[in-house]
């Protein structure tokens, strides 16, 4: 949703391709919608951006994952790095908490991309049903920060892998 670099769209199609072993597809980008944001917390209500998303699925799409690179919220929290449907189809990840200069520091998009990696794969296991893990080294461990995004691992647990396998993707990752 908005501009968002092509790199990153074209390293995560590969990347979520070849780990998930499905088809992935890139959409032209859909405009933010002025309802999201929240003028009080200087934030988009992600809810309100997984809404839109959900309004535009394929009608050949598994699953459908938003990037956006503006900070999402939820009533309850103060920030968070994305929002998907627990089994359903769609999630949105922001790119914004996950970029070094949003901290005050030097941009790295090696990191950016690792990092975003890991939360799209988050998100994705929420739209298999998949509940946050208590293995940290799974992708599906809770972040509450960025830190945690880091020492958390980049792919999914064998408990984990083997849910997302039994809801119908061609082999487990």
């Known amino acids: 949703m908005g501009a968002i670099d092509d ?6 199609r590969k990347d979520l391709r070849d780990y998930l072993d499905l088809p992935v597809k890139t959409m032209g980008a859909l405009a933010i ?20 998303i959900l309004a535009e699925v394929p009608g050949d799409a598994l699953k459908i ?27 949105v990840l922001s790119i914004a908490r996950l970029r070094q200069g949003f901290y005050g ?16 794969l988050h998100e994705i296991g929420h739209t298999y049903g998949l509940l946050h893990c208590q293995d940290y080294a799974c992708v ?19 408990v984990c892998a083997s849910r997302i396998g039994a809801h119908g993707a061609e082999r487990s990752p």
């Open 140 to 158: 599906m461990h809770f972040s509450n920060s960025i830190e945690e995004v880091d020492l958390k691992g980049d792919r999914y647990c064998g």
């Open 105 to 120: 520091l030097e941009e790295d998009p090696d990191l950016l991309y690792r990092r975003a990696e890991k939360e799209a």
């Open 65 to 91: 994952l938003g990037l956006i690179d503006r900070d999402l919220c939820i009533p309850i929290l103060t920030f968070v790095f994305g929002e998907a449907q627990l089994d359903g189809r769609g999630a």
């Open 33 to 52: 919608p002025e309802a999201s944001f929240l003028r009080n917390r200087n934030q988009h209500h992600s809810t309100a951006i997984l809404k839109e």
């Open 7 to 12: 790199d990153i769209l074209q390293w995560l």
